[in-house]
């Protein structure tokens, strides 16, 4: 449709706008859980705003109410910012509208959220799936798997039977977060958990389907973990999350030496921002050990008040 004939149509129908602005995300290789998030927020935008696109006042109105969610986090108003954004960026490439109603709103700063569970919390989540059903069995390996490698959730969502190296795991570019393949080395514990999860899977599954999968071998959803792990947080009485499994792999691999460089590979990070944080997160633990553990604490027990000194 051109973009003069788009201009004669300003009710053009909203959830058409975004099935078409999503289908240009898709072309562009954006992943299926980015889709369905962007999907999810335009939705409910258009949900509460029953204008039309020429009604600008009404148009901005409505973006700034749908923004100020106080029950949400800066992290959150940022990303659903940065989703109306882009969709109207797109609008105005289309001829449907002449400026973006976000324009003013400024993105907030909210600080790296990265948790450090006690390992008594993590040994205890382990032990809370069912082993012995499927799906018990598939919810233990794939916190195993996160443990071992720090793959993002909803990359190991995707994972294919064939993605299954042996002995690493292939990330393809269409999974990965950053449209960058990498290559995820396994341990022993986790490749044996891995070809036994395969080995149950039912003979009338697709053959390559997905390692994480339903009862039928269909992809299984990041919400039913989301939803899963929340009962596990009631049974711990500690809030834990899958994505936190990531952050515990990548703090344990810093504590335990390992090379930061190679981390930033391991978890397909562009730059060595958000490596360094785990890096900054360790040296405060190592500074926060010396003051407690320095043998200077037990010689020096008194403290003596230091007398005018002589100049040397």
Known sequence: MSKSLRKMQPKLKALELVSEFVNEKRLDGLGKFAIEAIEYSLQRFFKQYKGTFDDKEDLYSSVRTFLLDKSKGNAYYDKQLSILNRFFDYCIRQGIITENPCKGLKYKPHPRKIVDLDVKVIKALLKLPDQKTFAGFRNWVLMVLILDTGIRPYEALQLRISDFRETILWVRPEVSKTRRERFLPL?????????????????????????????????????????????????????????????????????????????????????????????????????????????????????????KMKKF
Request: with cysteine.
């Open 187 to 307: 341990s022993k514990t986790t490749i044996l958990a891995i070809k036994r999860l395969i080995a149950a899977r039912h003979d009338l599954w697709e053959r390559d389907g997905f390692i994480f999968c339903g009862f039928e071998g269909e992809q299984l959803s990041h919400k039913t973990m989301q939803l899963r792990f929340r009962q596990y947080s009631k049974e711990l009485g500690t809030k834990v999350t899958l994505y936190d499994l990531r952050h515990l792999f990548a703090i344990g691999y810093v504590r335990n030496n390992g090379n930061v460089f190679a981390l930033q590979k391991i978890l397909g990070h562009t730059t060595m921002d958000m490596t360094r944080v785990y890096v900054e997160l360790v040296q405060a633990d190592v500074i926060r050990n010396h003051s407690e553990a320095s043998p200077i604490n037990t010689l020096l027990t008194e403290q003596r008040r230091v007398g």
